[in-house]
């Protein structure tokens, strides 16, 4: 069974291709993944757009799409780099060579290819005329330009916001670490010069004002009890 479906972008080709292979237990082919992928290849100095053979090396390129806990897995080079792709810096580079014209010819020989096995969703623009004409059942999504505007605004809302959080958990982290090796080192010094005590409390600040919390507290106040005892001992 080959299922095709057409339309422009954020009409929601994506999410209906995917509910369907997984009901169906069919394969999910996401041709914006592929070009993402061959985005990677570049960015990593593996392909070149003005290579010679970048046709033979894209068409060759060992690309699998997978359904994995109600997820879907892209491998590259049987490496799993779904996330790696869906990057902010890897969406701002695909378009800048999505429309050369031997890139897309090598990604519809890919398709062509993913189609001709059979057993497929594949979603993407002109999939039902160019990619998959003989395709069993055929779809074209449409939805009104606001909603769509709406949808990649929410989007890119949803992603600012994730990325936001990630660098917030990894600062936290790194504050983390550091108030760690204060309180060991000065606690088994038995002693904190002033300066130390004002790093220490202002990366303690910069964590509780993050989220931070637990056993660092605990640590602050030994801390605090080690510099009023050190301020004694002066």
């Not at 909603?147 to 600062?171: D, H, L, P, Q």
Request: glycine share 6%.
């Amino acid at each position: 069974m080959i299922i095709s479906i057409d339309g422009f972008s954020a009409t929601g080709k994506s999410t209906i291709a995917f509910l369907l292979a997984e009901r169906l237990k069919l394969k999910y082919l996401n041709s914006g993944s592929i070009y993402r992928c061959i985005a990677l290849k570049i960015m990593n100095k593996e392909f070149n757009v003005n290579d010679s053979d970048i046709y033979e090396k894209i068409v060759n390129m060992n690309i699998d799409f997978k359904i994995e806990n109600n997820n879907q897995r892209v491998y590259l080079d049987n490496i799993d780099v779904t996330d790696d792709i869906r990057k902010e810096e890897v969406s701002v580079f695909t378009p800048t060579f999505a429309n050369n014209p031997v890139i897309k010819s090598a990604i519809r020989e890919i398709q062509k290819k993913i189609v001709n096995e059979g057993n497929v969703v594949i979603e993407g623009r002109d999939i039902g005329t160019r990619i998959a004409p003989n395709a069993e059942y055929k779809f074209y999504l449409y939805c009104s330009l606001d909603e769509r505007a709406r949808r990649v605004y929410n989007e890119r809302i949803k992603k600012e916001r994730e990325m936001r959080e990630a660098n917030s958990k990894g600062t936290m982290l790194l504050l983390r670490v550091k108030l760690i090796e204060y309180h060991e080192k000065y606690m088994k010094r038995g002693s904190i010069p002033t300066y130390a005590y004002d790093n220490f409390n202002e990366m303690y600040d910069a964590y509780h004002a993050l989220g931070g919390n637990g056993m660092v507290t605990k640590m602050k106040n030994e801390i605090e009890l080690l510099h009023l005892q050190s301020k004694e001992g002066s």
